[in-house]
């Protein structure tokens, strides 16, 4: 693959638990801290949790307590769980590495998986 690939997106309740996968391109996973981010219509996407390469962790205000972000590198997946879903979480979820230096991600971003939150 040329891009990330997110899945496990889909149609959620509120207060439902939801959990998201990454798959990464070749050479974009293991040496490179890593993060998740989400883009609702009209807004700019935004940080939503960041893992280090050598597993730490943190996460936006907006899902901290209701978030655990992980990475397999055996398995170069990254993964999102997402607890007590709220309508606010509704997003395009995308995954991507960040930069070794500057930390910033890569431009590999994949198309995203959706995340809608209803009641």
């Known amino acids: 693959q040329a891009k990330f690939v997110e899945s496990g997106g889909g149609l959620m309740q509120p207060g439902r638990s939801l959990n998201l996968s990454c798959s990464a391109p070749?050479?974009?996973?293991?040496?490179?801290?890593m993060a998740w981010y989400r883009q609702i219509p009209g807004k700019e996407r935004e940080l939503v949790a960041k893992?280090?390469?050598?597993?730490?962790?943190s996460y936006a205000d907006s899902v901290k307590g209701r978030c655990t972000i992980s990475r397999d590198n055996a398995k170069k997946t990254m993964y999102l769980q997402i607890d007590n879903l709220k309508p606010e979480d509704t997003a395009v979820y995308f995954c991507?590495?960040?930069?070794?230096?500057?930390?910033?991600?890569?431009?590999?971003w994949g198309p995203g998986t959706q995340v809608t939150v209803s009641p």
């Open positions: 070749e050479n974009r996973f293991s040496p490179f801290d």
């Open positions: 991507n590495v960040l930069m070794i230096g500057t930390l910033q991600p890569s431009n590999y």
């Open positions: 893992i280090e390469r050598d597993g730490g962790t």
